[in-house]
């Protein structure tokens, strides 16, 4: 099968760790040992977050003297696709020394128009109590929501149109390569009036590029990977309980943290009713150490357009 894998946030980075390279790199390790073996008998595409490194370089950006500006969201989107890529492919090639692996850094197309940027929501860097966010807000220009416990950053996160190096990506599946692709998201940009390309200040979110992406390429299976067993039906009540075989429709029915569970969800359902011809895809949503088992359903939440009689 083709696969496209989106990684969650925690692959990398847990939530309240110190965000070091050291411990990155060990997260990242212990992730691609969970992925390694889906690469040994299918075509293998990874995608993953970039919220605190891009967040952190962003800061270093903020914090420089020597800058008149700080370096533009989409520049720094660049510099953790192939900062994450790097870590990832070394992580991987580890694994499986006998594959070949290529981080890509690729460029995602949204709209110019798009109502995203004019309501910033996408989560960036650090989790800070609502004191110390608000002075950073101030001093930088920031603007901050809200975060679960914390306060965070927010940028504007448009919608995916293309993911621009499609076809470069399937060129490298067809001839057995692992790639690493669409970190972040992928670069931001926009067409202008005369055509080109132009790199805007935002954040994709990444589990949507990947829905994308992995419809783009045919893929037959979307593996969205967290630290949680499956979506919880009735979350926070005393009735939860996990969905496992499900559809689009019913995912939809459902009241979902916008900022967590929310575009997942919307990934996988976007994935699975996207597909022309009737052709059987799949998509899940689950732990990262049980990725094998998401391939088929028996684990995690496996969406699917219609239920089996």
Same mark, same amino acid.
């Given at each position: 099968m083709r696969i496209v894998v989106a990684l969650g946030g925690n692959a990398l980075l847990q939530r309240g760790q110190v965000p070091d390279a050291a411990a990155q790199v060990e997260n990242i390790r212990r992730a691609m040992a969970a992925l390694a073996p889906l690469t040994d008998d299918h075509e293998v595409v990874i995608t993953h977050g970039n919220g605190p490194q891009v967040g952190v370089l962003a800061m270093e950006s903020a914090n420089d003297a020597r800058l008149t500006q700080p370096y533009p969201f989409d520049a720094l989107g660049a510099m953790t696709q192939g900062l994450i890529g790097y870590w990832i492919l070394q992580a991987i090639g580890n694994e499986r020394p006998y594959r070949q692996l290529a981080?890509? #850094?690729?460029?995602? #197309?949204?709209? !110019?128009?798009?109502?995203?940027?004019?309501?910033?929501?996408?989560?960036?860097?650090?989790?800070?109590?609502?004191?110390?966010?608000?002075?950073?807000?101030?001093?930088?220009?920031?603007e901050v929501k809200q975060d679960g416990d914390g306060w965070r950053r927010v940028v504007p996160s448009p919608r995916p149109r293309? /993911? /621009?190096?499609?076809?470069?990506?399937? *060129? =490298? @599946?067809?001839?057995?390569? /692992?790639?690493?692709?669409?970190?972040?998201?992928?670069?931001?940009?926009?067409?202008?009036? !005369?055509?080109?390309?132009?790199?805007?200040?935002?954040? /994709?979110?990444?589990?949507?590029? &990947? &829905? #994308?992406?992995? *419809? $783009?390429?045919?893929?037959? $299976? =979307?593996?969205?990977?967290?630290?949680?067993?499956?979506?919880?039906?009735?979350?926070?009540?005393? *009735?939860?309980?996990? @969905?496992? *075989?499900?559809?689009?429709? $019913?995912? $939809?029915?459902?009241?979902?943290?916008?900022? !967590?569970?929310?575009p997942k969800v919307e990934a996988v359902c976007r994935f699975v009713e996207a597909a022309t011809n009737g052709r059987p895809v799949a998509a899940a949503i689950g732990n990262l150490e049980e990725a094998a088992a998401l391939l088929d359903g028996s684990a995690g939440t496996y969406v699917t357009a219609t239920l089996s009689p």
């Amino acid at each position: 099968m083709r696969i496209v894998v989106a990684l969650g946030g925690n692959a990398l980075l847990q939530r309240g760790q110190v965000p070091d390279a050291a411990a990155q790199v060990e997260n990242i390790r212990r992730a691609m040992a969970a992925l390694a073996p889906l690469t040994d008998d299918h075509e293998v595409v990874i995608t993953h977050g970039n919220g605190p490194q891009v967040g952190v370089l962003a800061m270093e950006s903020a914090n420089d003297a020597r800058l008149t500006q700080p370096y533009p969201f989409d520049a720094l989107g660049a510099m953790t696709q192939g900062l994450i890529g790097y870590w990832i492919l070394q992580a991987i090639g580890n694994e499986r020394p006998y594959r070949q692996l290529a981080a890509v #850094l690729n460029q995602t #197309l949204v709209d !110019s128009d798009d109502p995203a940027f004019a309501d910033p929501t996408k989560f960036v860097g650090e989790v800070y109590d609502e004191a110390q966010a608000r002075e950073l807000a101030d001093k930088n220009g920031w603007e901050v929501k809200q975060d679960g416990d914390g306060w965070r950053r927010v940028v504007p996160s448009p919608r995916p149109r293309e /993911i /621009i190096e499609t076809k470069l990506i399937d *060129h =490298l @599946l067809d001839e057995s390569i /692992i790639v690493v692709c669409a970190g972040g998201g992928g670069v931001p940009v926009v067409r202008t009036d !005369s055509g080109d390309l132009k790199g805007v200040e935002a954040v /994709i979110d990444k589990d949507l590029s &990947a &829905a #994308l992406l992995a *419809h $783009r390429l045919g893929a037959d $299976r =979307l593996l969205v990977l967290t630290d949680v067993p499956a979506v919880m039906e009735d979350y926070g009540t005393d *009735h939860a309980r996990e @969905l496992r *075989h499900t559809t689009p429709g $019913r995912l $939809r029915e459902l009241d979902l943290p916008a900022g !967590s569970m929310g575009p997942k969800v919307e990934a996988v359902c976007r994935f699975v009713e996207a597909a022309t011809n009737g052709r059987p895809v799949a998509a899940a949503i689950g732990n990262l150490e049980e990725a094998a088992a998401l391939l088929d359903g028996s684990a995690g939440t496996y969406v699917t357009a219609t239920l089996s009689p």
